[in-house]
């Protein structure tokens, strides 16, 4: 008998414990974590673009048949990490910071442009998603903003297996 109990009182913890919970059911969480920024690198021919075109390159997206690019504070490059040994401002390496993240998953823009001082364009994907407070548990990053998908001119880009310290995706020009 005390067997039946146990297993009927496991039986309904199990079916409370599973109940589906609606976005004004989850608990906010407390504080926000900010989404990853995106690091990459845009190699031409196995090598990094010139400084001149990485300082002055600018990062827009298009709304409405409107350009609006980036502020610098949004879209920069990396600066050089000592305490790592990492020459990121030497290697090329441009961030986007979160602003990209939040108008990706909440504005539903996907697309970004990449311009260079000579007017040239290249296209990057980013697809990060907005989570509700119940989802932050499963996704990778364990934030509410994973990023699911990055391309540069319709490929999939990957990343650098060389620095661990940080996400780096490595862009190839052709």
Not at 44 to 49: A, I, T, V
Request: net charge positive.
């Amino acid at each position: 008998m005390l067997n039946r109990i146990k297993l009927f009182g496991l039986v309904v913890f199990v079916l409370v414990s599973c109940k589906k919970y609606s976005d004004s059911d989850c608990p906010s969480p407390p504080y926000f974590i900010p989404p990853e920024s995106l690091f990459f690198q845009v190699r031409q021919n196995s090598k990094k673009l010139d400084n001149y075109s990485l300082d002055w390159s600018r990062l827009f997206y298009i709304k409405n048949s409107q350009r609006f690019y980036l502020e610098k504070r949004d879209f920069k490059r990396a600066v050089n990490d000592l305490s790592s040994n990492y020459m990121a401002y030497d290697s090329g390496v441009l961030v986007a910071g979160w602003s990209v993240a939040l108008l990706s998953a909440d504005d539903n823009i996907k697309i970004f442009y990449l311009e260079y001082p000579n007017g040239n364009i290249d296209t990057i994907g980013i697809d990060y998603r907005h989570y509700n407070n119940c989802e932050i548990d499963t996704s990778r990053c364990k934030c509410i903003y994973p990023r699911f998908d990055i391309k540069f001119n319709g490929n999939t880009a990957y990343t650098n297996k060389i620095v661990t310290d940080q996400q780096i995706y490595i862009f190839n020009k052709n």
